[in-house]
């Protein structure tokens, strides 16, 4: 199963909200889609799985959403933290696939 | 604190062999499926294989089937990943990471700081 994230990347300021997309090449149960955020010199962190849910001690501020085989994080009020490359996972059926990321810069 | 550390990272001729290995602490490593998961160089990330909970179970990615070998020592409290025949499109950070709860088909919870591999003559 292929996830394609869109866009390529994406600027926006502190403050804002902001929508990331992930595309299935297949049906995937939104069971079995996570959001992860790589930060430089950090473990990668799960924000969201099953779509919706979102991991330990991750603000309400990151949420989920699908509608047909596009899966969205949006990520709002922005912080400098938030600024990361953000990538989506299926987990659904071995192999599980990452889309390409999305680097969220500061505009 | 609850943490994955990786080792064994390094630089390996083409066809030579590598052995990582992932040490868990503050948790009960025999409760979960492991994975390997890596990341070349400006590229994304490649989900490598994964190992159910008692080590009888394993899925591998295509690009590593026949050449890679997942196994755990759950007394010891670790995880390896055997590489073997390795070519120069191996080479990235390996990441091992805990599935979020016994399920082999889960999201990756707990992540390490990555070990570099590097296959080049």
């Known amino acids: 199963i292929v996830l394609t994230q869109s866009p390529g990347t994406l600027s926006v300021s502190p403050g804002e909200s902001a929508t990331l997309s992930c595309r299935a090449s297949q049906r995937v149960g939104s069971a079995y889609i996570a959001w992860y955020q790589f930060r430089p010199g950090q473990a990668p962190r799960l924000l969201l799985d099953g779509t919706f849910r979102r991991a330990a001690g991750i603000p309400d501020k990151f949420s989920g959403g699908v509608s047909g085989s596009e899966f969205t994080l949006t990520i709002s009020r922005l912080e400098p933290e938030d600024f990361a490359v953000y990538y989506c996972h299926q987990y659904g059926t071995p192999p599980y696939t990452f889309g390409q990321g999305t680097p969220l810069e500061i505009k | 604190q609850v943490h994955l550390v990786e080792s064994g990272g390094g630089v390996v001729q083409p066809g030579r062999s590598l052995r990582l290995s992932c040490t868990p602490s503050?948790?009960?490593?025999?409760?979960?499926?492991m994975n390997w998961v890596r990341q070349v160089p400006g590229k994304g990330l490649e989900w490598v294989v994964v190992i159910s909970f008692d080590g009888t179970n394993q899925h591998y990615g295509d690009s590593v089937k026949g050449r890679f070998t997942i196994s755990r020592d759950n007394s010891n409290n670790t995880l390896y990943l055997q590489m073997n025949s390795l070519r120069v499109d191996d080479s990235g950070v390996y990441y091992c990471?805990?599935?979020?709860?016994?399920?082999?088909?889960?999201?990756?919870?707990?992540w390490g700081q990555g070990t570099l591999v590097t296959v080049s003559s």
């Open positions: 990471a805990r599935a979020l709860e016994m399920a082999i088909n889960d999201a990756f919870d707990l």
């Open positions: 503050g948790f009960i490593f025999s409760n979960y499926a």
